[in-house]
Protein backbone atom coordinates (compact mmCIF):
# COMPACT_ATOMS: atom_id res chain seq x y z
CA UNK A 1 0.00 0.00 0.00
CA UNK A 2 1.70 3.39 -0.71
CA UNK A 3 2.34 5.88 1.68
CA UNK A 4 0.16 8.20 -0.09
CA UNK A 5 -2.92 9.09 -1.57
CA UNK A 6 -3.17 10.01 -5.38
CA UNK A 7 -6.44 12.55 -5.77
CA UNK A 8 -8.21 13.51 -9.07
CA UNK A 9 -10.37 16.11 -9.57
CA UNK A 10 -13.49 15.61 -8.07
CA UNK A 11 -16.80 14.38 -9.61
CA UNK A 12 -18.51 17.34 -8.98
CA UNK A 13 -16.57 19.43 -11.01
CA UNK A 14 -15.81 16.88 -13.88
CA UNK A 15 -19.72 16.50 -14.02
CA UNK A 16 -20.45 20.24 -13.52
CA UNK A 17 -18.45 21.37 -16.62
CA UNK A 18 -19.95 18.30 -18.80
CA UNK A 19 -23.50 19.47 -18.03
CA UNK A 20 -22.92 23.45 -18.15
CA UNK A 21 -20.14 23.65 -20.50
CA UNK A 22 -18.65 26.45 -18.89
CA UNK A 23 -16.19 26.53 -16.23
CA UNK A 24 -15.89 28.31 -12.95
CA UNK A 25 -13.64 31.45 -15.10
CA UNK A 26 -16.84 31.74 -16.87
CA UNK A 27 -15.53 30.01 -20.25
CA UNK A 28 -17.97 28.79 -22.68
CA UNK A 29 -16.58 25.55 -23.77
CA UNK A 30 -17.08 22.47 -26.12
CA UNK A 31 -16.52 19.06 -26.33
CA UNK A 32 -14.63 18.38 -29.22
CA UNK A 33 -13.02 14.60 -30.56
CA UNK A 34 -8.95 14.23 -29.77
CA UNK A 35 -6.92 13.17 -32.76
CA UNK A 36 -4.18 11.94 -31.22
CA UNK A 37 -2.85 10.34 -28.03
CA UNK A 38 -2.10 11.70 -24.75
CA UNK A 39 -4.09 14.52 -23.35
CA UNK A 40 -4.55 13.40 -19.46
CA UNK A 41 -7.89 13.33 -18.00
CA UNK A 42 -7.60 14.96 -14.49
CA UNK A 43 -10.89 12.70 -13.18
CA UNK A 44 -10.10 8.96 -14.39
CA UNK A 45 -6.13 9.94 -14.27
CA UNK A 46 -5.78 8.34 -17.81
CA UNK A 47 -4.38 9.59 -20.76
CA UNK A 48 -6.60 10.00 -23.29
CA UNK A 49 -6.98 8.13 -27.11
CA UNK A 50 -7.22 9.25 -30.53
CA UNK A 51 -11.24 9.35 -31.04
CA UNK A 52 -11.61 10.15 -27.56
CA UNK A 53 -14.33 12.91 -26.77
CA UNK A 54 -12.66 15.79 -24.76
CA UNK A 55 -13.53 19.27 -22.70
CA UNK A 56 -10.56 21.23 -22.24
CA UNK A 57 -11.44 23.56 -19.17
CA UNK A 58 -9.64 26.28 -16.72
CA UNK A 59 -9.31 24.89 -13.25
CA UNK A 60 -8.36 26.47 -10.08
CA UNK A 61 -6.97 23.42 -7.45
CA UNK A 62 -6.96 25.74 -4.83
CA UNK A 63 -10.13 26.40 -2.01
CA UNK A 64 -8.49 29.88 -1.42
CA UNK A 65 -6.99 32.91 -2.86
CA UNK A 66 -3.52 34.09 -2.99
CA UNK A 67 -0.32 34.25 -5.51
CA UNK A 68 -0.02 30.96 -5.84
CA UNK A 69 -3.58 29.28 -6.57
CA UNK A 70 -2.98 29.44 -10.10
CA UNK A 71 -5.62 29.14 -12.73
CA UNK A 72 -4.63 27.07 -15.92
CA UNK A 73 -6.09 24.43 -18.58
CA UNK A 74 -6.82 20.93 -17.58
CA UNK A 75 -8.47 18.03 -19.51
CA UNK A 76 -11.29 15.47 -18.92
CA UNK A 77 -13.42 13.41 -20.80
CA UNK A 78 -16.83 14.60 -22.16
CA UNK A 79 -18.82 11.34 -21.10
CA UNK A 80 -18.60 9.96 -17.97
CA UNK A 81 -15.73 8.19 -16.28
CA UNK A 82 -14.44 6.38 -13.18
CA UNK A 83 -12.73 8.55 -10.97
CA UNK A 84 -9.20 7.25 -10.25
CA UNK A 85 -9.12 5.48 -6.53
CA UNK A 86 -6.90 7.76 -4.72
CA UNK A 87 -5.44 4.99 -2.87
CA UNK A 88 -4.38 2.84 -5.96
CA UNK A 89 -1.19 4.45 -6.00
CA UNK A 90 0.87 6.05 -8.25
CA UNK A 91 -1.72 6.84 -11.51
CA UNK A 92 -0.04 4.16 -14.17
CA UNK A 93 -0.19 6.88 -17.01
CA UNK A 94 1.61 9.45 -14.79
CA UNK A 95 5.00 7.10 -13.60
CA UNK A 96 5.98 7.44 -16.99
CA UNK A 97 5.63 10.59 -17.51
CA UNK A 98 8.10 13.24 -16.08
CA UNK A 99 6.58 15.36 -13.03
CA UNK A 100 6.67 18.48 -11.84
CA UNK A 101 6.18 18.23 -8.10
CA UNK A 102 5.52 21.21 -5.91
CA UNK A 103 4.75 20.81 -2.13
CA UNK A 104 2.90 23.28 -0.04
CA UNK A 105 2.47 24.16 3.43
CA UNK A 106 1.06 27.26 5.34
CA UNK A 107 3.22 30.48 6.25
CA UNK A 108 3.44 31.85 9.88
CA UNK A 109 0.40 34.40 8.66
CA UNK A 110 -1.64 31.40 7.73
CA UNK A 111 -1.33 31.84 4.21
CA UNK A 112 -0.67 29.65 0.90
CA UNK A 113 3.17 29.10 0.13
CA UNK A 114 5.48 26.89 -1.71
CA UNK A 115 7.65 25.10 0.30
CA UNK A 116 10.27 23.21 -2.33
CA UNK A 117 9.80 22.00 -5.85
CA UNK A 118 11.63 19.18 -7.51
CA UNK A 119 11.19 17.63 -11.55
CA UNK A 120 10.42 13.82 -11.10
CA UNK A 121 12.22 11.97 -14.41
CA UNK A 122 10.15 9.30 -15.69
CA UNK A 123 10.06 6.21 -12.53
CA UNK A 124 11.26 8.82 -10.02
CA UNK A 125 8.17 10.80 -8.46
CA UNK A 126 7.67 8.26 -5.03
CA UNK A 127 11.10 9.21 -4.41
CA UNK A 128 10.33 12.41 -5.12
CA UNK A 129 7.66 12.15 -3.15
CA UNK A 130 9.57 10.93 -0.34
CA UNK A 131 11.96 14.18 -0.03
CA UNK A 132 9.09 16.35 -0.17
CA UNK A 133 6.97 15.14 2.36
CA UNK A 134 10.07 14.24 5.04
CA UNK A 135 9.72 18.40 5.11
CA UNK A 136 7.25 18.84 8.08
CA UNK A 137 6.28 21.96 6.35
CA UNK A 138 4.56 19.84 3.77
CA UNK A 139 0.79 19.42 3.32
CA UNK A 140 0.36 18.93 0.38
CA UNK A 141 1.94 18.03 -3.25
CA UNK A 142 1.13 19.03 -6.46
CA UNK A 143 1.88 17.32 -9.67
CA UNK A 144 2.12 19.03 -12.68
CA UNK A 145 2.97 18.75 -16.42
CA UNK A 146 6.93 20.14 -16.22
CA UNK A 147 6.75 21.46 -20.43
CA UNK A 148 3.12 22.84 -19.89
CA UNK A 149 2.64 23.51 -16.04
CA UNK A 150 -0.78 22.32 -16.29
CA UNK A 151 -2.24 20.58 -12.90
CA UNK A 152 -2.06 16.76 -12.89
CA UNK A 153 -3.57 15.96 -8.89
CA UNK A 154 -2.80 16.27 -5.75
CA UNK A 155 -0.97 13.68 -2.98
CA UNK A 156 -1.25 13.74 0.36
CA UNK A 157 -0.09 11.48 3.14
CA UNK A 158 -2.33 8.47 3.46
CA UNK A 159 -4.36 8.15 6.26
Known amino acids: MSPYRFIPLETSIAEKVRSTLRDDAG ?8 DSDGAPC ?3 LRTTQRGE ?14 PYAEL ?11 RYDEHAGLPGD ?17 SLSIVDAVVAPPGEAETALERLFADGRAAFVHARNPAWGCFDFIVERAR
Do not use: M
Open 27 to 34: NQLSAWTS
Open 42 to 44: RHC
Open 53 to 66: RLILFAYRPFDESG
Open 72 to 82: GPIFVHAETCD
Open 94 to 110: FATRPLTLRSYGATERG
